[in-house]
């Protein structure tokens, strides 16, 4: 399995990103994939995930609105769409998976990183102000 994050960039204030994950390996589409992201001396935190099973789910009240995620299964891509970017949204973002999430939702499925087997190495968004 293979998970490879692109799209970061610097913007100012108030600009949108389109950060990429795209998958390989994937031997069952009964996969999870979330995006965490991480800033300087801050612990890594949930930002969002998917499935086929569940849907979308947002971590936050802050990321609602601003953030959607969507995904080009022809690409086995997953997408976070990233608008009305503040310089706290500054962080290395991470996509992260894992096979077969549990049957009853939970947001904590797509949140908890202790759930997250398989991860990217990382992009780098700067929103300055």
């Known amino acids: 399995v293979q998970l490879v994050e692109s799209g970061g960039g610097s913007v100012e204030t108030g600009g949108s990103l389109r950060l990429s994950c795209a998958t390989s390996g994937f031997t069952s589409d009964d996969v999870a994939v979330a995006w965490f992201r991480q800033a300087p001396g801050k612990e890594r935190e949930p930002v969002s995930g998917?499935?086929?099973?569940?849907?979308?789910?947002y971590c936050d009240d802050s990321f609602q609105g601003r953030f959607r995620l969507s995904d080009d299964s022809a690409k086995n891509t997953v997408y976070l769409q990233m608008t009305d970017l503040k310089p706290e949204d500054s962080a290395v973002y991470y996509c992260?998976?894992?096979?077969?999430?549990?049957?009853?939702?939970?947001?904590?499925?797509?949140?908890?990183?202790?759930?997250?087997?398989?991860w990217g190495k990382g992009t780098l968004v700067t929103v300055s102000s």
């Open positions: 998917t499935s086929k099973k569940h849907g979308n789910t």
């Open positions: 992260a998976a894992y096979f077969n999430p549990p049957r009853f939702y939970r947001p904590a499925y797509y949140c908890d990183i202790s759930y997250m087997i398989y």
